[in-house]
């Protein structure tokens, strides 16, 4: 069964870093290329960038980039989203998702990860 | 960049026909992709590729694709169809990942 596990709700102050975490199972990680979307309280969702764990690659909305990093433990099966300094407007739930159908669609979802951000 | 505008909400009586439309700039020669996303869940995918649904997903759920729009249509509506529901494309142009605004279907 396929399966994305992401790490607990986070708590931060302003000017923090964070680094969150989503673990597959279930099927080949290094083959699949994954997704993290974010998702503002009441809003809709927002395409991040993405990671093939297989060589790293990379790839950000310029509406992010910059502004987070996107990176793959291969050993664990665990790809990463970091912030080195955080906002009040980072404070949102942030899910990963793998991608099928020729990189077009996300298939499987993890269960997210809340972020607040508040002095 | 490449935008998919959705009706804000749709409303409809249970054992009716709910149709979420996701417009954009030529959409029918993009691939369009659903998700339904209840309160306090990740998103779940309902429709892929126009309109193909993933095993698990009940056939009351539809999609078409031509011109400037897409569909999703929900046949014989459920109490628990009840949810946000978002299209998705991948712009071949700029390689980016394109979320819809959302619809909330309300049954009634």
């Known amino acids: 069964e396929v399966q994305l596990v992401q790490s607990g709700a986070e708590v931060k102050k302003p000017g923090e870093s964070l680094k969150i975490s989503c673990k597959g199972s279930g099927y080949n990680f290094t083959s699949y290329w994954i997704g993290w979307v974010r998702q503002m309280p009441g809003k809709g969702l927002e395409w991040m960038g993405i990671?093939?764990?297989?060589?790293?690659?990379?790839r950000y909305s310029p509406s992010f980039e910059g502004q987070v990093t996107i990176s793959v433990d291969k050993p664990i099966s665990t790809a990463y989203l970091q912030w080195s300094s955080l906002k009040a407007s980072d404070t949102a739930m942030y899910y990963c998702a793998r991608l099928e159908g020729g990189e077009s669609y996300f298939d499987y979802w993890g269960q997210g990860t809340l972020v607040t951000v508040s002095s | 960049s490449y935008v998919l505008t959705q009706p804000p909400s749709v409303s409809v009586a249970p054992g009716q026909t709910a149709r979420i439309t996701c417009g954009g700039n030529n959409i029918g020669s993009k691939s369009v992709h659903w998700y339904q996303q209840k309160p306090g869940q990740a998103p779940v995918l309902v429709v892929y590729d126009d309109s193909d649904r993933p095993s698990g997903i009940p056939e009351r759920f539809s999609g078409s694709n031509s011109g400037n729009t897409a569909t999703l249509t929900i046949s014989r509506v459920e109490a628990g169809d009840e949810a946000d529901y978002y299209c998705q494309v991948w712009d071949s142009s700029s390689d980016h990942y394109v979320f819809g605004t959302g619809t909330k279907v309300t049954v009634l």
């Open positions: 990671i093939y764990p297989g060589d790293s690659d990379t």
